[in-house]
């Protein structure tokens, strides 16, 4: 289940991602899927 | 001088160059933080690591799911008009101690599903503060409810980011479960809450007769229905936090996104579904910094572990009783507020946690976690007061609020304190 919730959350936040992002909030991004995608990805 | 002092200079030196260049501006925490963390690498000689630096954020995974899960829910009772609504009932109290009661729980409900105190800010503080301004409530007091309001939100159970920063410390090699934490959360922030409830009904809020008018969805006189997901959800957390032997409902984040999906059938107001799906991404990217900044202090934390910093530490206090080295950290993590605001003091309050070990006493852990909220709210710049000035405009000085903030932190710190010393004996509030 957490998989999911995690690809879910991952999908709300590129939404965000084609907004214009000045750089901090984009590692600010970055950071947050990172870890994320890879436990929708199942990887962790 | 020792190799891991030396290491631990160089992280310790990003920080502080990071915190005094930038301002201690929120938006550049996390890249200050992983700064850090790569800088502590390079100095050991070890080169980027990777691993290591994308590993520490995995400690915390679980538990940032239930915050980005609560605050998507938030933002959707929020935008569907439900929050508005029970703003308006809040308010709309006559006698000043029921009006301060209502107003600060509704201050202090979203930082309680998610654990941030910019989750109240974003969501009650606009409300909060035009009622405050509208009655005639001096700018400092506005403020001073509004954080304080925001800040016990974030320490009332069930989410609270101090507590769960503090709980992934005291793993040493895995990172400690965020479970056990209700009644000891609760227990922790109760009295501060009362503390502060007393003096604002006495000296911020004003007399019922001096409200200016009702809000927009008092006047529509809306159905109650569309509070019926947040009372649903604050019901299956509660029960699943109080009896987790026999209630299981799939956790913080199932319970959040049901919600969510309960409430965008059951809204205030209709709105087209385009606008839905915006509440839904606007709600996952609102605490976007908060949850990064937390991402990358893991980064430091497994950072400084890789490179024997904490081996160094565990080394240290061996001779030392465990309360004692808490109390000493949680004694630091105050001054470190107010320089850096969360990095410094973050990372002191793993460290604090470490000696009790891992599947530490819940009841110490929360304890230790008052001195980071602490530290959070007294900070001048970087803060929750921060927040409040750019997020709502507010015009209120640090003194200013400081003035009646004192007393819930001193309250919440004294229990901190006491949670620590006699955590063994308050076992009784882990369930």
Redesign the interface.
């Known amino acids: 289940m957490y998989f999911i919730i995690a690809a879910l959350l991952v999908l709300l936040l590129l939404a965000r991602a084609g907004k214009k992002c000045p750089l901090p909030e984009l590692i600010a991004l970055f950071l947050v899927i990172a870890p994320l995608a890879l436990r929708a990805l199942g990887v962790k | 001088m020792r190799e891991e002092i030396v290491i631990a200079l160089a992280m310790l030196a990003v920080l502080l160059a990071g915190g005094a260049i930038t301002k201690n501006q929120r ?2 925490t ?2 200050i933080l ?1 700064l850090s963390a790569i800088a502590g690498s390079l100095a050991a000689g070890m080169g980027l690591r990777f691993r290591e630096i ?1 590993e520490g ?2 400690g915390f ?2 538990a ?2 239930s915050v ?2 609560g605050m ?1 829910f938030l933002r959707v009772l929020h935008d569907g008009g439900a929050l508005g609504v029970l703003f308006s009932r809040a308010a709309r109290r006559k006698s000043r101690g029921a009006r301060a009661l209502c107003l600060m729980l509704f201050m202090a409900l979203p930082g309680m599903l998610s654990g941030s105190a910019l989750a109240g800010i974003l969501i009650s503080g606009p409300l909060v503060r035009d009622e405050l301004r509208k009655a005639g409530v001096h700018e400092n007091k506005v403020g001073q409810f509004v954080v304080v309001g925001a800040f016990l939100g974030m320490m009332l159970p069930p989410a609270c980011i101090p507590a769960m920063v503090a709980a992934n410390g005291a793993g040493s090699v895995l990172p400690t479960p965020y479970t056990g934490f209700f009644l000891p959360l609760l227990a922790l922030t109760l009295p501060a809450f009362l503390a502060y409830w007393l003096l604002a009904a006495r000296r911020v809020m004003p007399p019922a007769q001096s409200r200016t008018g009702q809000t927009e969805e008092t006047r529509a006189g809306t159905s109650l229905l569309c509070l019926l997901p947040l009372l649903l959800v604050l019901a299956a957390v509660t029960l699943e936090n109080l009896f987790p032997a026999r209630v299981y409902l ?2 913080m ?2 319970i959040c ?1 049901a919600g969510s999906l309960l409430s965008m059938l059951l809204p205030a107001k209709k709105r087209p579904l385009r606008d839905v ?1 915006t509440s ?6 609102d605490l ?2 908060p ?3 937390v ?2 202090l893991g980064a430091v934390i497994e950072v400084s572990s890789m490179t024997g910093l904490r081996g160094l530490f565990s080394a240290a206090i061996l001779p030392y009783a465990p309360a004692a080295v808490m109390l000493a950290l949680m004694g630091l993590m105050l001054p470190a507020g107010l320089a850096l605001a969360f990095p410094l003091a973050g990372w002191l309050a793993a460290y604090a946690v470490f000696p009790i070990g891992w599947m530490a006493n819940a009841v110490m852990v929360a304890g230790c976690s008052a001195a980071l909220g602490a530290a959070v709210l007294l900070a001048p710049r970087g803060g929750i007061l921060t927040d409040a000035r750019e997020r709502l405009g507010l015009n209120a000085s640090w003194r200013g609020v400081m003035a009646g903030a004192w007393l819930p932190l001193t309250v919440l710190l004294a229990c901190g304190v006491c949670f620590v010393l006699f955590g063994d004996a308050l076992r009784i509030l882990i369930v």
């Open positions: 938006r550049y996390p890249l992983l994308v954020p995995f995974l679980d940032m799911l980005l899960c998507v799939g956790g984040p199932v996104l799906l839904l991404s606007d709600g996952a990217a976007l910094l949850v990064a900044s991402f990358a």
